[in-house]
């Protein structure tokens, strides 16, 4: 009797079965492994695994893979910016990234396999960071683990994976906004304009120009930074809210006064952190929390606002293009791995990110061996035209540079632009504290808008104890992305200890309460 129950299953998959009924199977699978073992067994059920493989692969990866979600948000915020740029037109503006979410509207195979390349290229990264140098939690000093102990590593590199995907949904959402200077500017009806300098070259009048963006605004507006930054903002909070699982295991934390919690329980002023549309406290940790991922991603793939580190003052990032890009201010690798091929989207991912905002094509190592610093090659994706008529070249000396956004004017807007630029204290007095720069303007005003924070004054100043900043000391460690739950991990104690020294952060040991903000002065880079 079994034995014909068997045979009759075997003939209902084989030959009879409906095609949905085995689809919503494959798609139940627990892996691609599952998935490919039963589409194997037969021509029937192959033919609709065949059919159907985008779908399955969605419901499978999904599950199977780290933040899937996220990576095809970014996969169709990307290729906005690509299509733009093979138009020669801006990209969009103001867009939410929720519209282009799985939720909205289920990928094709195309965009799945373009998934997948922004898979293997966030795995590439966790491999780069594993090999930097920086401040890791005592106990792994000490016992020569890898960034977690072997069975807690699939939760760090998850983190990773998260605040990378976010990252590239940043870059691809913002592109337009921080395109939007240097494309208006090369239809301006003044000369001096149209036809920019080079970046050292900038003098008022260009400063003036820029000034009137968000983005290349020293002193822009509340209203003019929500119609730029609000869309990516409202879509951050809400992804980071809606992770349930993440809210009940700080909430626990906070409710135990265990890990994270502590530095919040230790501080000696009121901790300022406040969701601004209301929420617990502790789902304004997470929020912080995950912001500040986010933020350290960007400044270890280049173009933000870190100095590097201790040893050789360069950041160990992990994104290096060729010396065609011009401004840049990281290191130069003329590799052949940096030369244009014909588009593999699990060879060479197009991605956006944020710093440059230009669609690049990513070539991707086969193998990341230990024992030497290492970087992934980037290029752009699309051959930008804007170049002066007696230009022959793509970095034309002492031009303004090609391939670029207005990022690669910060450093000089920030500098020379005679915009208040430095940190006054409670008295009135001048001091020497930078305010953060403009490549951190996006951070600022999520900190702002939805936790009512700010960085503290010294955060970018020049530490006379140590010979670094604040920032740069977050930047090398790799502690907010640790482990809080490890027994004798110790936080960051703001009477007693470094950042350097805390086994675990979360990123509001450098905030504070955004009102009142203090006043700002103009400091020339003579008097730095």
């Known amino acids: 009797m079994a034995a014909r129950e068997t045979t009759a299953a075997s003939a209902f998959f084989s030959n009879s079965a409906p095609a949905e009924i085995i689809a919503h199977i494959l798609g ?96 590439a990264l966790v491999t780069i960071f594993r090999i930097y140098r920086g401040y890791l939690p005592h106990d792994l000093e000490r016992n020569d683990y890898d960034m977690e102990a072997p069975d807690r590593m699939p939760e760090w590199e998850s983190r990773l994976h998260r605040a990378i995907y976010r990252i590239l949904v940043a870059g691809a959402a913002l592109a337009g906004a921080y395109n939007e200077p240097l494309f208006l500017a090369e239809k301006h009806g003044d000369p001096d304009i149209r036809c920019l300098p080079g970046v050292d070259d900038l003098g008022d009048k260009h400063f003036s120009f820029f000034a009137q963006f968000a983005v290349s605004n020293m002193e822009a507006s509340p209203e003019s930074e929500e119609a730029v930054f609000g869309p990516l903002g409202d879509w951050l909070l809400e992804s980071i809210l809606s992770d349930e699982h993440a809210k009940a295991a700080i909430a626990k934390r906070f409710a135990q006064g265990r890990g994270r919690s502590k530095h919040c329980t230790s501080r000696e002023d009121d901790c300022p952190l406040e969701l601004t549309g209301g929420g617990t406290h502790s789902d304004a940790h997470l929020v912080t929390w995950e912001l500040m991922q986010m933020l350290w991603v960007y400044e270890h793939l280049g173009r933000g606002a870190w100095k590097g580190n201790d040893e050789d003052n360069i950041p160990q990032v ?12 990281v290191e130069q690798d003329d590799s052949s791995e940096a030369e244009e091929t014909v588009q593999d989207p699990l060879k060479t991912p197009l991605v956006v990110f944020m710093g440059l905002f230009k669609a690049e094509k990513v070539s991707l190592l086969e193998n990341i061996s230990q024992g030497r610093r290492h970087h992934l090659q980037a290029c752009l994706a699309v051959h930008d035209n804007r170049k002066t008529e007696d230009s022959d070249s793509d970095s034309e000396e002492g031009g303004f540079p090609v391939g670029e956004s207005i990022a690669v004017t910060f450093n000089r807007l920030f500098r020379d632009s005679g915009r208040p630029n430095h940190i006054m204290d409670s008295s009135g007095d001048e001091t020497e504290d930078p305010i953060a720069p403009p490549q951190l303007k996006f951070f600022e005003y999520f900190l702002r808008r939805y936790l009512g924070a700010r960085f503290v004054d010294n955060t970018f100043g020049e530490d006379f104890e140590y ?34 020294n805390a086994d675990f952060l979360e990123g509001s040991e450098m905030l504070t309460g955004w009102a009142p903000p203090p006043e700002r002065y103009y400091r020339g880079p003579d008097e730095w």
């Open 28 to 123: 139940l699978c627990k892996s691609t492994r599952d998935v490919l073992a039963l589409a194997s067994t037969c021509r029937h059920i192959y033919g609709i695994w065949q059919a159907n493989t985008a779908a399955t692969l969605w419901s499978v990866w999904l599950r199977e893979l780290p933040h899937f979600g996220d990576a095809l948000t970014a996969v169709r915020l990307t290729r906005l910016v690509v299509d733009a740029e093979c138009q020669g037109i801006l990209p969009p503006m103001g867009v939410s990234p929720s519209e282009y979410s799985g939720l909205a509207q289920r990928p094709d195979f195309s965009e799945i396999q373009a998934v997948f390349g922004f898979h293997r290229l966030a795995r």
């Open 318 to 329: 992990a994104i290096r293009r060729p010396s065609s890009y011009s401004g840049t201010d």
């Open 467 to 500: 010979g670094t900043r604040p920032y740069d000391e977050f930047m090398k460690s790799f502690a907010v992305f640790s482990h809080d739950d490890v027994a004798k991990r110790a936080p960051y104690y703001q009477a007693t200890s470094e950042i350097r």
